[in-house]
Structures are given as structure tokens and as C-alpha cells.
């Protein structure tokens, strides 16, 4: 078991009860010598005259000597902790509950499942008020025993009503990436009850699972009581977009950005901020801006080729079609194993730009697109027939006279694969007439009136209501 399952995730305050004045001035004498640890870690030798000073004038002080512990773990000194947290209990008397979750902590470290439980409890019979030690005890057993574990926390909610308990155990599960469970147990305690961090969990499992719907009032309220907690602004941004809801998405995003403390923008923020500015205003250039701010983050490299498909996309939108072209040609690449509709979409932006171009080189991108669906058929034989049947239509149109027959040799491979279908489904039949259709058409023209018959008796069989093989077959 990884030992970091068992250390409690967000820690909670402990709690002491001691004087005002006394507490002060512990406090300043554990924020001095736990700066002079944490700054000085793996070098007990250089800070020990320090240590020891603390410790000559705090022997009898259970807190300061149980900070100087937990300083040490966090220092990555477990040998120093361990000596701290016995000398905290000593002066104790044997009974002080954080003394005894620091000892816990030590033994979790080390992946000592029984022994840290055990100074869990001992820690819980010291305290009894205290929801930490509870909290980690069902950390470390609940992969032995659910029940106690959760039995444990139970315990815990009669002790301490005001405490949040379904939420310690939802946390559980959302540490486990058991986001629908982790929502069911969450939904058991009202919102107002929950922490910000619990709030944080809540919505953001909800995103996970899809549910904008339901994540979006638990933002709602984290921004009422937190709001200008970065992670309640981008769950905004995300939930509104999602719905459909793209200006308020957008009043979200400039929280997050503007007016959010500590914010660490991720690739995330400016993918969805890129999305909202095209969607709620069309402002192309910006959403292509943030689309580009986040292809230079550090991004997993699936979500790299969604990336650059949107710059694509929105270079496209916008009419920039030179753009366009090298950021599909950059998705391609980055995707490594296109698809037969890549391929497809690719062919559809060169005829998409011939329909803007002057006449005279409308040709020269119909051309590129011909050659496109030639490509593909070759790489994608399970797709060829109907790559085909495109190649053919695209042909058929610049050869829309038929002098040239420019589509008759692909409507001709296309009906040959659809002729050796022993199941035909009903599109695959429709595709067939039309390549009867069009030779029957093209040998027409060509006054080969027994082989256009043929053709469309060919049409009439698959189709008996077709007037127009009517036409020719009287």
C-alpha cells in the first residue's frame, strides 16, 4: 500500500487547549524552529545547537516539542521525528493525542499499516474531540476492514456533531478516483456543512462524471463563501461552457484570471477560456491565442492533438485557410495514426477553399482533394468503397458534363465492392444505385444506348419505384 494513502490529505487543525498568552508565544517559538528545520533538512549537524537551545527551554512543553516532530517528518527526518513525538509524550505523561498522530505518520511512512492504526487510537482515546486521529485511522484501515473504518468515523459524529463525517468518508473514495461514489457519500451532508475543500472535491468529481448540471450549484456556493478561490472560478468557467451557458462562462474566466488568489493557470484555463471566446463571441483571434497559450504548457499528449484540431478548426472558421491547412497538417502528425475521416476532412477543407477561390484555380484544390481520397483508399481498404463513392462525386463534379468521364472509373471500382456484398444494409444499396445511375448517364451521353440500358435496369432492380430508369428503359 503506497504510504501516501494513508497520510491525511488537507491537514486539520489541531486542537489545544491552553491559554491565549501560552499559545502566542508557542506559536512563535514553533514557527522560528520549524522554518530553521524545513530550510535546513538533511543537515540535522548545522542546526543542532538551535535545536537543542528549544528544546532545553521547552522540555516539559508537549505542543513545541510535537511541532518540532512534525517539522522533522516534514524535513523527510523520520529518526528526529520519532525522537521528538516520544519526548512530547513524555512530557505528556504518556497522553497527548497529537504526539501520538505524529507517531502514526512515522509508521505510515514506512508503510506500517497495524502499527500506525494503533497510534491512531491511542491518539483517539487521548482525544476523544479530536476528528484528526479518527480521520487517519480510517485512512490506514480502510483497505483491511471498510466497515471499521468506517465504523471509526461514525464514532467520530457522535463526538462531534458540527464535523462534516460523510464528507471524511467521501474523501475516501475521491482520493481513489471513485468520483460517482465519492458524490453519492458528499450529497449526504448539506452544502453549508461542507469545507472548501470538500466543496473543491465535490464539484470537481461532479466535472469528472460529466454532471455540469449538478456541479454547478456546489460552485455556486463554494464562490459565496470563497470567492476568489481559483479552483471555484475555473469549475465555473468549465460547468457554464459545458451547458451552454458561454457568457457566463466568460464573467467566470475573467474571475479566474483577474480575480483569483494564488491562481496557477493551466492548460485547461486557456483551452476553455479559448473555447468560450469563440463560442459566446466569435472572436476567433482570441480563442486561437489561448488555444496557442496552452499548446505551450506542459500538456499530456493526447490532449495535444485535441489542441491543435481547435486552432485548426478556428483558423478555419475564420476564413484563414492557409493557417488552416498547417495546423490540420500538425494535428495529423501529432495524431500518428489518422483516420480514413481525417483523410476525409482534409479533402472537405480543400473543396470548402475552392468554393472561395477565384475560377481559374478552383481546379488546383479540387485536384488536391482527389489526390487526398486516393491517398486514404489506399491506407484505409476497409473504407474503400466508400472513399471511392467521395472520389467519385468530386469528379463527377468537375467533370460535371461527363465528357471527360473523369468519374467513371471510380464509380465503376465502388460498384464492384458493393456487388461482392453478400448483406448489403440499405445506405450501402443506395450507394449502389447511384453508381448505376451515373453510368447509366455517362454511356448516354456516349450513345452506348444497350450498356446505359443495361445500367438502369440494373437501378430498376434495386429500385422499383425509380421513374427516371423509366425514362430510359422505354
Request: charged share 30%.
Amino acid at each position: 500500500m503506497k504510504a501516501i494513502k494513508y497520510l491525511f490529505i488537507g491537514a486539520l487543525m489541531l486542537v489545544f487547549s491552553v491559554p491565549a498568552v501560552a499559545q502566542d508565544e508557542d506559536q512563535a517559538t514553533i514557527n522560528a524552529i520549524t522554518r530553521v528545520i524545513k530550510e535546513n533538512k538533511g543537515g540535522f549537524d548545522a542546526i543542532k545547537d538551535e535545536v537543542k537551545s528549544v528544546y532545553k527551554k521547552n522540555k516539559k512543553n508537549a505542543k513545541v516539542l510535537t511541532a518540532m516532530g512534525v517539522a522533522f517528518k516534514e524535513a523527510n527526518d523520520t529518526a528526529n521525528a520519532r525522537e521528538y513525538a516520544e519526548l512530547a509524550l513524555k512530557a505528556a505523561k504518556n497522553h497527548y493525542a497529537p504526539a501520538r498522530i505524529l507517531l502514526g505518520d512515522i509508521e505510515a511512512i514506512a508503510d506500517h499499516a497495524g502499527p500506525a492504526a494503533s497510534q491512531y487510537l491511542m491518539a483517539i482515546d487521548d482525544d476523544p474531540k479530536n476528528p484528526e486521529g479518527y480521520f487517519k485511522y480510517a485512512s490506514v484501515y480502510r483497505k483491511v476492514s471498510p466497515k471499521l473504518a468506517v465504523a471509526k468515523l461514525d464514532e467520530l459524529a457522535k463526538q462531534r456533531p458540527d464535523i462534516a463525517v460523510n464528507a471524511m468518508k467521501a474523501r475516501f473514495w475521491f482520493d481513489d478516483k471513485e468520483f460517482d461514489k465519492a458524490i453519492e457519500v458528499y450529497k449526504l451532508d448539506p452544502l453549508n456543512k461542507l469545507d472548501r475543500g470538500d466543496l473543491t472535491n465535490f464539484a470537481t468529481a461532479n466535472y469528472f462524471t460529466g454532471k455540469h448540471a449538478d456541479g454547478l450549484p456546489i460552485v455556486e456556493e463554494g464562490i459565496k463563501r470563497f470567492p476568489r478561490h481559483a479552483p471555484f472560478n475555473r469549475l465555473g468557467m468549465f460547468f457554464n461552457y459545458e451547458l451552454g451557458n458561454h457568457e457566463k462562462a466568460l464573467e467566470f474566466a475573467d474571475r479566474l484570471f483577474n480575480a483569483s488568489d494564488s491562481l496557477k493557470a493551466s492548460w485547461m484555463d486557456h483551452f476553455y477560456h479559448g473555447l468560450c471566446l469563440q463560442s459566446a463571441r466569435s472572436d476567433y483571434d482570441g480563442a486561437i491565442a489561448e488555444f496557442k497559450n496552452a499548446l505551450g504548457m506542459d500538456v499530456p499528449a493526447s490532449n495535444k492533438v485535441s489542441l491543435i484540431q481547435s486552432i485548426y478548426s478556428a483558423y478555419s472558421a475564420k476564413g484563414d485557410f492557409d493557417n488552416a491547412i498547417k495546423y490540420y497538417n500538425e494535428y495529423l502528425a501529432a495524431k500518428g495514426n489518422p483516420s480514413a475521416n481525417d483523410y476525409n476532412s482534409l479533402a472537405r477543407m480543400y473543396l470548402k477553399h475552392a468554393e472561395e477561390v477565384p475560377e481559374a484555380e478552383k481546379k488546383q484544390w479540387q485536384m488536391k482533394a482527389d489526390a487526398t481520397y486516393g491517398e486514404a483508399i489506399q491506407k484505409f481498404p476497409a473504407n474503400a468503397e466508400y472513399l471511392t463513392i467521395l472520389r467519385a462525386r468530386l469528379n463527377a463534379t468537375i467533370d460535371a458534363d461527363m465528357s471527360q468521364g473523369l468519374a467513371k472509373p471510380y464509380y465503376e471500382s465502388a460498384a464492384q465492392m458493393l456487388e461482392a456484398k453478400a448483406n448489403r444494409e440499405a445506405a450501402e444499396t443506395t450507394r449502389l444505385v447511384e453508381c448505376y445511375r451515373y453510368l447509366g448517364w455517362y454511356y448516354n451521353e456516349q450513345k452506348d444506348r444497350d450498356k446505359s440500358q443495361s445500367y438502369w435496369r440494373k437501378v430498376k432492380e434495386l429500385d422499383p419505384s425509380n421513374t427516371e430508369a423509366d425514362q430510359f428503359l422505354q
